[in-house]
């Protein structure tokens, strides 16, 4: 009886094993693939080469968070939400096979992985985004006072161009624009931040939306929220 109870026991095992082996196998996608699935705009791309390597050519509203960043978790938890789905790619492929294996340890289910890696996808041809902006056009802090003072109501809205949350409160933004005439609204890409300014303002977290009343923050709002309810808050 031991040594039957210890061979179910193994064969258990070895199925989850072969089974996890199996998910990440089959979420590790070629190229062609890969970019169907991002085309469709319901995720987050994740560029996780070095910041050099981002710079000279990335996936269009990919967001690049480096794989030898000594804090790489912390990164992926902060801007990565648990709720969607994650498409991450790196040079060859390697990087981000390990990175897909650290978001499945911490809880994420829903990644995939670009097999090949970017060298896959130049090879077939598909489109790479290419410019960063330099230091000096970066938005700083004198900038962001600069428009809180402004006027006497601001709403601030920081978004970024590879966060899908973003993008659907864009429609939602624009309608509230046109309502709340008395109020300046103000939009920022987070990666147009300066790092001072994402800190002070603790923007790491986005979409974000902050009110100011005569300069001073009366509320803030990070997610999703509806129309009505941002009217509410006015």
Known sequence: MKYIRIFKFTLILVTLILSCNSNNINKNLNATSFYELVNEGNG???????????????????????????????????????????????????????????????????????????????????????????????????DLLEVISSDKKVFISIGGDYCPPCRKMKPIIDSLESLKTSVKFARFNLSHLDEDVISSYEASSIPLFIFFNEGIEEWRHYGLISKNELLNKF
Do not use: F
Request: a negative charge.
């Open 44 to 142: 987050i791309i994740l560029d996780v080469r070095t910041k050099t390597e981002y710079d000279n050519g990335h996936l269009e509203n990919a967001l690049n968070i480096d794989y030898w960043s000594s804090d790489l978790e912390e990164q992926l938890l902060n801007l990565l939400p648990k709720n969607m789905s994650i498409y991450v790619y790196c040079r060859s492929g390697t990087r981000s096979l390990k990175t897909i294996n650290i978001l499945y340890k911490l809880g994420y289910t829903d990644v995939y992985g670009l097999d090949g890696g970017i060298l896959s996808w130049k090879e077939n041809k598909y489109p790479i985004a290419e410019g960063v902006l330099t230091q000096s056009e970066l938005i700083i802090q004198s």
